[in-house]
């Protein structure tokens, strides 16, 4: 059974897909190609992976207020994650997110770092405030459901 997850919604919208994961911050200006969603920050631990088309969980963004703009240009772009999930969205990431439409939530009811792994599919739902996550651990899929 997948878990449903209550959270704070910060830009309303629906996004799904595999997950990736990292427990660092990101910085946004020059962290990031918004063309290929390639993290591009030196010794960053997603450095030279994509996050187009995934549900992107980090902590929250870094750096200065610029990169709010890089959010919102890739929020647009191709490549672009389906949606973000954070610890605790700051201003960067949230100006950006709804200005382009990009789904971002945040303050899952649970520890978000216990609940999604990279390779876990995960539908976000940022209008209702809920996270649907299927575990890669314990081999669920989303066609395994109703939904």
Not at 104 to 116: G, Q, W
Not at 119 to 144: H, M, Q
């Amino acid at each position: 059974m997948p878990k449903i997850v209550k959270c704070r919604s910060i830009s309303e919208g629906y996004g799904e897909g595999e997950a990736i994961v990292s427990r660092q911050p990101l910085g946004f200006n020059h962290g990031i190609d918004v063309d290929t969603g390639v993290i591009l920050e030196q010794d960053h631990v997603l450095e030279g992976q994509s996050v187009k088309g995934k549900v992107f969980v980090f902590p929250r963004g870094k750096g200065s207020t610029g990169g709010s703009s890089v959010v919102h240009r890739l929020g647009l772009s191709a490549g672009s994650p389906a949606a973000i999930i954070n610890l605790s969205t700051e201003t960067i990431v949230a100006v950006g997110a709804i200005l382009s439409g990009l789904p971002v939530v945040d303050r899952l009811e649970a520890e978000l770092f216990d609940l999604i792994e990279t390779g876990d599919y995960v539908k976000v739902d940022a209008t209702k405030g809920v996270v649907e996550i299927f575990s890669l651990r314990e081999g669920e899929r989303p066609d395994d459901h109703d939904g």
